[in-house]
Protein backbone atom coordinates (compact mmCIF):
# COMPACT_ATOMS: atom_id res chain seq x y z
CA UNK A 1 0.00 0.00 0.00
CA UNK A 2 1.23 3.42 -0.73
CA UNK A 3 2.28 5.85 1.89
CA UNK A 4 0.05 8.94 3.00
CA UNK A 5 2.20 11.55 2.80
CA UNK A 6 1.20 14.24 5.24
CA UNK A 7 1.88 17.88 4.77
CA UNK A 8 1.34 21.29 6.93
CA UNK A 9 -0.80 23.78 6.92
CA UNK A 10 0.65 27.52 7.22
CA UNK A 11 -1.40 29.49 9.48
CA UNK A 12 -0.95 33.15 10.50
CA UNK A 13 2.65 32.44 9.63
CA UNK A 14 3.33 29.31 11.44
CA UNK A 15 3.12 25.42 10.37
CA UNK A 16 0.23 23.73 11.34
CA UNK A 17 -0.14 19.72 11.61
CA UNK A 18 -2.74 19.11 14.73
CA UNK A 19 -6.16 20.98 15.34
CA UNK A 20 -4.52 22.05 18.29
CA UNK A 21 -2.26 24.16 16.23
CA UNK A 22 -4.64 25.43 14.38
CA UNK A 23 -6.67 26.50 17.19
CA UNK A 24 -3.85 28.54 18.41
CA UNK A 25 -2.88 29.95 14.63
CA UNK A 26 -6.60 30.46 14.21
CA UNK A 27 -6.36 33.16 10.64
CA UNK A 28 -9.62 33.90 8.76
CA UNK A 29 -7.94 34.72 5.74
CA UNK A 30 -5.73 31.96 5.71
CA UNK A 31 -8.34 29.30 6.31
CA UNK A 32 -11.00 30.78 4.08
CA UNK A 33 -8.20 30.34 1.44
CA UNK A 34 -7.72 26.15 2.14
CA UNK A 35 -11.53 26.08 2.27
CA UNK A 36 -12.04 27.09 -1.42
CA UNK A 37 -8.93 26.04 -2.86
CA UNK A 38 -10.02 22.21 -1.12
CA UNK A 39 -6.40 22.03 1.09
CA UNK A 40 -8.32 21.64 4.22
CA UNK A 41 -10.07 18.83 3.09
CA UNK A 42 -7.14 17.07 1.80
CA UNK A 43 -5.29 18.20 5.07
CA UNK A 44 -7.94 16.60 7.62
CA UNK A 45 -8.27 13.61 5.40
CA UNK A 46 -4.30 12.98 5.54
CA UNK A 47 -4.52 13.73 9.22
CA UNK A 48 -7.08 11.00 9.85
CA UNK A 49 -9.46 13.87 11.40
CA UNK A 50 -12.43 11.93 10.10
CA UNK A 51 -15.33 13.82 12.23
CA UNK A 52 -14.02 17.26 11.30
CA UNK A 53 -13.62 16.23 7.43
CA UNK A 54 -17.28 15.37 7.61
CA UNK A 55 -18.34 18.62 9.14
CA UNK A 56 -16.38 20.34 6.98
CA UNK A 57 -17.46 18.60 3.92
CA UNK A 58 -21.04 19.80 4.53
CA UNK A 59 -20.93 22.99 4.47
CA UNK A 60 -22.39 24.25 1.34
CA UNK A 61 -22.73 28.04 1.43
CA UNK A 62 -20.49 30.53 -0.26
CA UNK A 63 -20.90 33.35 1.69
CA UNK A 64 -17.46 34.18 3.62
CA UNK A 65 -18.74 34.97 6.78
CA UNK A 66 -20.86 32.00 7.00
CA UNK A 67 -18.05 30.00 6.26
CA UNK A 68 -15.57 31.73 8.70
CA UNK A 69 -18.44 31.14 11.60
CA UNK A 70 -18.44 27.41 10.58
CA UNK A 71 -15.06 26.84 10.95
CA UNK A 72 -14.73 28.43 14.00
CA UNK A 73 -17.47 26.34 15.50
CA UNK A 74 -15.94 22.68 14.22
CA UNK A 75 -12.67 23.72 15.26
CA UNK A 76 -13.94 24.84 18.38
CA UNK A 77 -11.79 28.44 17.88
CA UNK A 78 -11.89 30.58 20.60
CA UNK A 79 -12.48 34.33 19.31
CA UNK A 80 -14.96 37.55 18.82
CA UNK A 81 -17.81 37.32 16.78
CA UNK A 82 -17.21 40.79 15.74
CA UNK A 83 -13.59 41.20 14.68
CA UNK A 84 -14.28 37.76 12.65
CA UNK A 85 -17.47 39.60 10.48
CA UNK A 86 -14.73 42.68 10.40
CA UNK A 87 -12.10 40.64 8.87
CA UNK A 88 -14.26 38.61 6.62
CA UNK A 89 -15.70 41.56 5.47
CA UNK A 90 -11.97 43.30 4.70
CA UNK A 91 -11.32 40.33 2.72
CA UNK A 92 -14.29 40.33 1.04
CA UNK A 93 -13.76 43.92 0.18
CA UNK A 94 -10.46 43.61 -1.10
CA UNK A 95 -10.84 40.39 -3.13
CA UNK A 96 -13.22 41.83 -5.12
CA UNK A 97 -11.79 44.97 -5.50
CA UNK A 98 -8.82 42.57 -6.61
CA UNK A 99 -10.99 41.22 -9.21
CA UNK A 100 -12.74 44.24 -10.39
CA UNK A 101 -9.15 45.52 -11.16
CA UNK A 102 -8.03 42.69 -12.70
CA UNK A 103 -11.00 42.65 -15.04
CA UNK A 104 -9.83 46.39 -16.04
CA UNK A 105 -6.21 45.72 -16.47
CA UNK A 106 -7.39 42.79 -18.96
CA UNK A 107 -9.60 45.03 -21.29
CA UNK A 108 -7.76 47.02 -23.71
CA UNK A 109 -9.02 50.15 -23.46
CA UNK A 110 -7.87 53.37 -25.25
CA UNK A 111 -5.42 55.64 -23.34
CA UNK A 112 -8.23 58.50 -22.60
CA UNK A 113 -10.44 56.20 -21.46
CA UNK A 114 -7.89 54.42 -19.01
CA UNK A 115 -7.13 57.35 -17.57
CA UNK A 116 -10.94 58.36 -17.04
CA UNK A 117 -11.27 54.95 -15.23
CA UNK A 118 -8.49 55.07 -13.09
CA UNK A 119 -9.79 58.52 -11.80
CA UNK A 120 -13.45 57.32 -11.66
CA UNK A 121 -12.25 54.81 -9.45
CA UNK A 122 -10.42 56.71 -6.82
CA UNK A 123 -13.64 59.25 -6.67
CA UNK A 124 -15.74 55.94 -5.88
CA UNK A 125 -13.44 55.12 -3.13
CA UNK A 126 -13.64 58.28 -1.88
CA UNK A 127 -16.93 58.67 -1.78
CA UNK A 128 -17.86 55.58 -0.29
CA UNK A 129 -15.56 56.55 2.43
CA UNK A 130 -17.38 60.04 2.66
CA UNK A 131 -20.84 58.04 2.64
CA UNK A 132 -19.94 55.50 5.38
CA UNK A 133 -18.04 58.00 7.58
CA UNK A 134 -18.87 55.78 11.08
CA UNK A 135 -17.35 52.49 9.02
CA UNK A 136 -13.74 51.98 10.15
CA UNK A 137 -13.65 48.89 8.51
CA UNK A 138 -14.59 49.97 5.21
CA UNK A 139 -12.83 53.27 5.59
CA UNK A 140 -9.61 51.55 6.06
CA UNK A 141 -9.98 49.42 3.05
CA UNK A 142 -10.95 51.40 0.65
CA UNK A 143 -7.85 53.35 1.99
CA UNK A 144 -5.67 50.45 1.64
CA UNK A 145 -7.82 50.45 -1.84
CA UNK A 146 -6.44 53.72 -2.77
CA UNK A 147 -2.84 53.58 -1.76
CA UNK A 148 -2.48 49.89 -3.81
CA UNK A 149 -3.57 51.35 -7.00
CA UNK A 150 -4.69 54.78 -6.88
CA UNK A 151 -1.54 56.43 -5.13
CA UNK A 152 -0.60 58.48 -8.11
CA UNK A 153 -3.89 60.17 -7.97
CA UNK A 154 -3.86 60.36 -3.66
CA UNK A 155 -0.72 62.54 -4.40
CA UNK A 156 -2.49 65.11 -6.55
CA UNK A 157 -5.42 64.99 -4.66
CA UNK A 158 -4.91 64.38 -1.01
CA UNK A 159 -4.92 68.46 0.04
CA UNK A 160 -8.26 68.73 -2.05
CA UNK A 161 -9.23 65.56 0.26
CA UNK A 162 -8.61 66.58 3.12
CA UNK A 163 -10.43 69.79 3.14
CA UNK A 164 -13.58 67.75 2.02
CA UNK A 165 -13.22 65.81 5.34
CA UNK A 166 -12.28 68.58 7.79
CA UNK A 167 -15.45 68.80 9.37
CA UNK A 168 -15.79 66.93 12.89
CA UNK A 169 -18.36 64.66 11.35
CA UNK A 170 -15.31 62.91 9.40
CA UNK A 171 -13.21 63.07 12.24
CA UNK A 172 -12.76 58.80 12.23
CA UNK A 173 -11.78 59.09 8.55
CA UNK A 174 -9.00 61.58 8.95
CA UNK A 175 -8.02 59.18 11.77
CA UNK A 176 -7.56 56.21 9.51
CA UNK A 177 -5.83 58.39 7.52
CA UNK A 178 -3.48 59.07 10.09
CA UNK A 179 -3.26 55.15 10.87
CA UNK A 180 -1.76 54.14 7.23
CA UNK A 181 1.77 54.18 7.35
CA UNK A 182 1.51 56.20 3.69
CA UNK A 183 -1.10 58.51 3.60
CA UNK A 184 -0.07 59.58 7.66
CA UNK A 185 2.95 61.38 5.78
CA UNK A 186 0.96 63.51 4.11
CA UNK A 187 -1.26 64.88 6.57
CA UNK A 188 1.62 64.78 8.93
CA UNK A 189 4.87 66.43 7.23
CA UNK A 190 4.11 70.11 8.69
CA UNK A 191 4.32 68.53 12.58
CA UNK A 192 7.65 66.56 11.72
CA UNK A 193 10.62 69.20 11.99
CA UNK A 194 13.19 66.66 10.56
CA UNK A 195 11.36 66.55 7.31
CA UNK A 196 13.32 68.31 4.66
CA UNK A 197 11.09 70.88 3.19
CA UNK A 198 13.87 73.16 0.96
CA UNK A 199 12.17 71.57 -2.24
CA UNK A 200 8.50 72.85 -1.22
CA UNK A 201 7.05 75.29 -3.15
CA UNK A 202 5.64 78.25 -0.97
CA UNK A 203 1.50 76.94 -1.64
CA UNK A 204 2.21 73.52 -0.58
CA UNK A 205 3.87 74.01 2.66
CA UNK A 206 1.58 76.63 3.83
CA UNK A 207 -1.62 74.31 2.86
CA UNK A 208 0.68 71.65 4.93
CA UNK A 209 1.11 73.68 7.82
CA UNK A 210 -2.85 74.29 7.74
CA UNK A 211 -4.03 71.17 7.42
CA UNK A 212 -1.71 70.00 10.69
CA UNK A 213 -3.08 72.58 12.35
CA UNK A 214 -7.02 71.88 11.72
CA UNK A 215 -5.67 67.90 12.67
CA UNK A 216 -4.08 69.56 15.98
CA UNK A 217 -7.26 71.82 16.91
CA UNK A 218 -9.62 68.51 17.10
CA UNK A 219 -7.81 67.51 19.91
CA UNK A 220 -8.06 70.20 22.13
CA UNK A 221 -11.13 68.73 24.43
CA UNK A 222 -10.81 65.00 25.42
CA UNK A 223 -14.52 64.85 25.78
CA UNK A 224 -15.16 65.99 22.23
CA UNK A 225 -12.66 63.51 21.01
CA UNK A 226 -14.52 60.71 22.57
CA UNK A 227 -17.88 61.77 21.66
CA UNK A 228 -16.61 62.14 18.25
CA UNK A 229 -15.20 58.70 17.77
CA UNK A 230 -17.30 56.43 20.24
CA UNK A 231 -16.03 53.12 20.73
CA UNK A 232 -13.29 53.38 17.94
CA UNK A 233 -11.70 55.44 20.91
CA UNK A 234 -10.27 53.70 23.88
CA UNK A 235 -9.82 54.97 27.21
CA UNK A 236 -7.51 54.41 30.39
CA UNK A 237 -7.67 57.22 32.93
CA UNK A 238 -6.20 56.38 36.39
CA UNK A 239 -3.11 56.78 38.71
CA UNK A 240 -0.35 53.80 38.16
CA UNK A 241 1.64 55.12 40.89
CA UNK A 242 5.00 55.73 39.21
CA UNK A 243 4.24 51.81 37.87
CA UNK A 244 4.36 50.85 34.19
CA UNK A 245 0.89 48.98 33.39
CA UNK A 246 0.57 46.48 30.79
CA UNK A 247 -2.95 47.83 28.86
CA UNK A 248 -2.44 46.38 25.41
CA UNK A 249 0.24 43.10 24.66
CA UNK A 250 2.71 43.31 21.61
CA UNK A 251 1.30 42.10 18.46
CA UNK A 252 -0.98 44.69 17.71
CA UNK A 253 -0.20 47.93 16.40
CA UNK A 254 -2.15 51.43 18.20
CA UNK A 255 -1.86 54.78 16.99
CA UNK A 256 -1.87 57.32 20.44
CA UNK A 257 -4.33 60.28 20.53
CA UNK A 258 -3.22 61.95 23.78
CA UNK A 259 -2.02 61.69 27.22
CA UNK A 260 -1.32 63.73 29.96
CA UNK A 261 1.55 66.56 30.97
CA UNK A 262 3.21 64.10 33.06
CA UNK A 263 2.38 60.96 31.84
CA UNK A 264 4.18 58.36 29.84
CA UNK A 265 3.59 56.10 27.19
CA UNK A 266 5.46 53.31 24.98
CA UNK A 267 5.64 50.42 23.01
CA UNK A 268 4.91 46.47 25.08
CA UNK A 269 8.10 46.07 26.73
CA UNK A 270 10.46 48.73 24.93
CA UNK A 271 12.17 49.74 27.86
CA UNK A 272 14.02 52.46 25.88
CA UNK A 273 10.87 53.79 23.83
CA UNK A 274 9.52 55.88 26.49
CA UNK A 275 7.28 58.51 25.31
CA UNK A 276 6.22 61.91 27.11
CA UNK A 277 3.40 64.36 26.61
CA UNK A 278 5.36 66.31 23.55
CA UNK A 279 6.73 63.15 21.81
CA UNK A 280 3.07 62.20 21.50
CA UNK A 281 0.66 64.83 21.18
CA UNK A 282 -0.30 66.12 18.16
CA UNK A 283 2.39 63.55 16.59
CA UNK A 284 -0.04 60.14 17.02
CA UNK A 285 3.25 57.92 17.10
CA UNK A 286 2.25 54.11 16.63
CA UNK A 287 3.47 51.64 18.68
CA UNK A 288 3.31 47.87 19.12
CA UNK A 289 1.18 46.89 22.54
CA UNK A 290 1.37 49.66 24.89
CA UNK A 291 2.79 50.26 28.54
CA UNK A 292 1.34 53.31 30.76
CA UNK A 293 2.78 55.28 33.24
CA UNK A 294 0.08 58.17 34.92
CA UNK A 295 0.48 59.82 38.25
CA UNK A 296 -2.68 61.45 37.69
CA UNK A 297 -6.43 60.45 38.47
CA UNK A 298 -7.26 63.06 36.05
CA UNK A 299 -5.56 62.52 32.76
CA UNK A 300 -6.63 60.61 30.19
CA UNK A 301 -4.70 58.00 27.53
CA UNK A 302 -6.77 57.82 24.15
CA UNK A 303 -5.38 55.88 21.86
CA UNK A 304 -7.35 53.75 18.52
CA UNK A 305 -6.18 50.08 17.37
CA UNK A 306 -4.80 50.50 14.46
Same mark, same amino acid.
Given at each position: ???? %?????????????????????????????????????????????????????????????????????????????????????????????????????????????????????????????????????? %????????????????????????????????????????????????????????????????????????????????????????????????????????????????????????????????????????????????????????????????????????
Amino acid at each position: MAKT %IKFNLICDGQPVRTIEDLQENFSVEDMLGYFESGLLLRWLKVRDYKDEYKEVSKISTKDDLEIAKKLIKIFNVETDEKEIAKDVYMLQFLKERSQKISKYDSNRLEIDEVVKNYTKKYADLVKEIMDNSDDISR %IKANITEIVNNYKLVLQLNYRELFWKMADRDYLLVIMCFLMNSVTRKYYLDAGQPENNEENMDTTSKKDKEEIYKKICSYFKSSNDIMKALGDNVSVFDGKTDEYWKDLEVKGKKYMILGIGIRDKVRAAGNHNGDLSYDDVNNKFPIVDGIDYMSNSITSKLMYMEV
